[in-house]
């Protein structure tokens, strides 16, 4: 048989190739096969747990308030970790000797770089706007008390007051959100109390401006003057009415009798210029009429000659100066009256007092009694030998 195979090639030119060594080339091509996947590593994707750090990182990140306080960032470093997913799916799909997840490992890398910086600008915004609604809410503290110490120095009420304790409201509420985080909402309640301190504080302190003024402080204390005189010749009693102090002070023969506590118009400490402006008139005035219960509202009544020639003096000159239009009216009707004792400036420009005030003061007054209302009294105002003989308020 071996000696007619050797015939057999010799006669075709080639040689047999027989079952045993076809066997034999087959496994010589499987090690072959093998020897290469030794020599050639296949790829594989990026280990769980570098995966999973991403994820606490992006955890992290959301902790800290990224969400709230760096969207952007935060949103970058999700997209960047979709972008990791996404590139692993695609070397997964590829042949195991052509799969190449490289390109995920540097994704991973850069979405973790991102998750971080998400966390920090996340804590970075927040301590900003931390450290803002603390600041706002400091200032808007030092602008209230400010205008509180001008308020109480002028006896602001009113609507003054009210919008003072309006301020106090919103700040109280600005450091309950900040308390919470909630800081863009306390700033906004912090600028809203500041803002309220600041109006009124402004306009208290331009009223304790023409309180102090040097020029308004002699005319009234001239009236002052002018009025106690008065009372010590003829002997008969005078009215004072000081509205800075909210006080009506009663002399007798030049001496101080008694004083009562007094509520005023609603527009308090400015001077009366024209009918609806609810400010109490200042000036040196007489009482043109006493009117008793069953004669007026307000149980007792002295009627005052407002307006005299120099508010009218006053009045047209500011017409004419454009400070009031061509339809204002200069009003009247001004009054001491009872019904007083609310706590608070409530009348239209008259002076208050209470039933049983007005009970001690009729006796004592008459028509033509002098009634002088003043701004203010310059400090020690109370002259020698003016002495209390009364037990009053």
């Known amino acids: ?42 790829d594989s994707p990026p280990l769980p747990a570098a995966l999973e750090e991403l994820g606490r990182e992006l955890e992290r990140a959301e902790e800290l308030g990224a969400r709230r306080w760096a969207p952007e960032p935060l949103a970058e470093a999700l997209a960047a970790r979709d972008r990791v997913r996404a590139a692993i799916s695609a070397a997964s799909r590829r042949p195991p000797l052509l799969r190449d997840y490289e390109p995920a490992r540097q994704r991973l890398a850069e979405a973790r770089e991102r998750a971080r910086a998400a966390g920090t600008a996340a804590s970075a915004a927040r301590q900003e706007a931390a450290t803002a609604s603390g600041a706002l809410l400091a200032a808007a503290a030092q602008r209230l008390e400010a205008a509180r110490q001008t308020a109480d120095r002028v006896k602001l009420r009113g609507s003054g007051r009210q919008a003072l304790r309006q301020a106090e409201i919103a700040l109280d509420d600005a450091r309950r959100k900040h308390d919470r985080e909630a800081y863009e909402e306390a700033a906004l309640e912090a ?88 400010a109490t008139p200042e000036g040196k005035y007489r009482i043109t009429e006493v009117r008793g219960p069953g004669q007026t509202r307000f149980y007792r009544a002295f009627m005052l000659d407002y307006p005299n020639a120099e508010d009218w003096t006053r009045f047209r000159q500011a017409r004419k100066e454009g400070r009031l239009s061509s339809r204002s009216r200069i009003g009247g009707l001004i009054e001491i009256h009872g019904h007083g004792g609310k706590g608070a400036d409530w009348t239209n420009g008259c002076v208050a007092l209470t039933d049983p005030e007005m009970d001690y003061l009729t006796p004592r007054v008459r028509v033509g009694t002098p009634v002088t209302i003043v701004g203010a009294r310059r400090p020690g105002a109370q002259r020698r030998g003016e002495r209390s003989v009364g037990g009053g308020r």
Do not use: C, H
């Open 1 to 42: 048989a071996r000696r007619g195979d050797q015939e057999l090639e010799a006669r075709e030119g080639r040689p047999l190739i027989r079952p045993s060594r076809r066997l034999t080339l087959g496994a010589a091509a499987t090690l072959l096969l093998a020897a290469a996947g030794l020599l050639i590593p296949w």
């Open 191 to 278: 600028g809203r109390a500041m803002a309220l301190s600041q109006e009124w504080g402004e306009r208290a302190q331009a009223v304790l401006d023409r309180l102090d003024s040097v020029e308004a402080l002699s005319a009234w204390n001239r009236w002052i003057e002018e009025t106690i005189a008065w009372s010590r010749r003829s002997g008969e009693a005078a009215i004072v009415v000081d509205k800075a102090e909210r006080t009506l002070l009663l002399y007798q023969g030049g001496r101080l009798a008694r004083s009562f506590s007094v509520e005023l118009g609603r527009n308090p400490v400015a001077d009366k210029l024209r009918e609806g402006d609810d």
